[in-house]
């Protein structure tokens, strides 16, 4: 199983970005999907999930109303758009995958190697 994520960058607070993950040898349409991510210090932070099939999708509280999940079972490819950016939301970003929904725990089986964010003030 291959998870890549792509998309991360340098932005001014108040930018937007929009990262994209790709997943092969896993049968995408069955899998639960999420973004985490982590700063150096911090623990692995859940940001936004979604299921497999795209209906029902969870958010943590300090990106609710800037970030949007989403995916493409065509393209085997799942998304975070992220607008409104603050310096806070600097870390490095992963795609995590599972045939289990763990909503927003990082139990999942399947990650990515990350993408890193960086929002200057």
């Known amino acids: 199983v291959q998870v890549m994520e792509s998309g991360g960058g340098l932005v001014q607070a108040g930018g937007s970005l929009r990262l994209s993950c790709t997943v092969s040898?896993?049968?995408?349409?069955?899998?639960?999907l999420s973004w985490f991510r982590q700063s150096p210090g911090k623990e692995r932070e859940g940001v936004a999930c979604?299921?497999?099939?795209?209906?029902?999708?969870h958010y943590a509280d300090s990106v609710k109303g800037r970030f949007t999940i989403s995916r493409d079972n065509a393209k085997n490819t799942l998304y975070l758009q992220m607008n409104s950016l603050k310096p806070e939301d600097t870390a490095m970003y992963y795609c995590?995958?599972?045939?289990?929904?763990?909503?927003?725990?990082?139990?999942?089986?399947?990650w990515g190697q990350g993408t890193q964010v960086t929002v200057s003030s």
């Open positions: 040898g896993l049968n995408f349409e069955n899998s639960h």
């Open positions: 979604i299921d497999r099939r795209g209906s029902s999708t």
């Open positions: 995590a995958a599972d045939r289990i929904n763990w909503w927003l725990l990082p139990k999942y089986d399947y």
